[in-house]
């Protein structure tokens, strides 16, 4: 039977949009492969798809965050997506907060099996770096909804800096139920926007929002 997992993440199309940080990439790809499943990180079923639904969906992020100096990925777990910008942005300082121990042990051993000199991990929930932690955006992934997100997210965002998550297809849904947080966090209107990486595999959702 073809890994269809293991064919797309050694074609030429993924070497390519990884470029100098393939290995890196890949070397995190095969740590999720081997690990991820055993220490709860991911599920069985994602095992056979961790290029594409994670791998790549998380890069997608990555533009996004061209001008962002620092990063904060919140509720960090398997590092998706704050491991895969910390490879494919060596110039930006990026903070993982994740409260669980097993995670932050994991994201700490991968950070040193990658030599990722540019990784803060951080044990804690958002709500506990509230004027502890200020950095030029702050992203996630499949943690909670918008509402619950701009209210734990926002305040580690520096004046001018963003908030831009991944987000399913129907987060339009969730925008008028935030409209009240956001307001009192001063916030400009939100963006979806779509998140591209290779042929073939499908666009990532963002949304982004600036604060004031």
Same mark, same amino acid.
């Given at each position: $039977? #073809?890994?269809?997992?293991?064919? $797309?993440?050694?074609?030429? @199309?993924?070497?390519?949009?990884? =470029?100098?940080?393939?290995?890196?990439?890949?070397?995190?790809? @095969? +740590? /999720?492969?081997?690990?991820?499943? #055993?220490?709860?990180?991911? =599920?069985?079923?994602?095992?056979? +798809?961790?290029?594409?639904?994670?791998?790549?969906?998380? !890069? &997608?992020?990555?533009?996004?965050?061209?001008? &962002?100096? *620092?990063? !904060?990925?919140?509720?960090?777990?398997?590092?998706?997506?704050?491991? #895969?910008?910390?490879?494919?942005?060596?110039? @930006?300082?990026?903070?993982?907060?994740?409260? $669980?121990? +097993?995670?932050?042990?994991? /994201?700490?051993? #991968?950070?040193?099996?990658?030599?990722?000199?540019?990784?803060?991990?951080?044990?804690?929930?958002?709500?506990?770096?509230?004027?502890?932690?200020?950095?030029?955006?702050?992203? *996630?992934?499949?943690? !909670? @909804?918008?509402?619950?997100?701009?209210?734990?997210?926002?305040?580690?965002?520096? *004046? =001018?800096?963003?908030?831009?998550?991944?987000?399913?297809?129907?987060?339009?849904?969730?925008?008028?139920? !935030?409209?009240?947080?956001?307001?009192?966090?001063?916030?400009?209107?939100?963006?979806?926007?779509?998140? +591209?990486?290779?042929?073939?595999?499908?666009?990532?959702?963002?949304?982004?929002?600036?604060?004031?």
């Amino acid at each position: $039977m #073809v890994d269809t997992d293991e064919v $797309m993440g050694t074609s030429a @199309a993924v070497r390519d949009y990884f =470029g100098e940080h393939y290995d890196a990439v890949s070397r995190f790809h @095969a +740590r /999720l492969r081997d690990e991820g499943e #055993v220490r709860g990180l991911i =599920g069985p079923r994602e095992v056979d +798809r961790l290029w594409e639904r994670h791998i790549l969906n998380s !890069a &997608a992020v990555v533009p996004f965050l061209a001008s &962002a100096g *620092s990063v !904060a990925d919140i509720g960090s777990g398997a590092g998706l997506p704050g491991i #895969v910008i910390a490879i494919l942005r060596p110039d @930006a300082q990026v903070h993982l907060i994740e409260p $669980m121990e +097993r995670r932050t042990t994991w /994201l700490e051993e #991968v950070v040193a099996d990658l030599g990722l000199a540019n990784v803060v991990v951080k044990r804690g929930r958002a709500e506990e770096y509230d004027g502890a932690l200020e950095v030029d955006a702050v992203t *996630s992934r499949a943690v !909670a @909804a918008l509402s619950k997100l701009a209210r734990i997210s926002l305040p580690l965002v520096r *004046s =001018g800096g963003e908030l831009v998550i991944l987000k399913g297809r129907n987060v339009e849904q969730e925008i008028e139920p !935030a409209r009240k947080i956001l307001r009192k966090l001063t916030v400009g209107e939100p963006e979806i926007l779509e998140g +591209r990486t290779i042929d073939g595999v499908e666009s990532t959702t963002v949304l982004r929002v600036r604060r004031k």
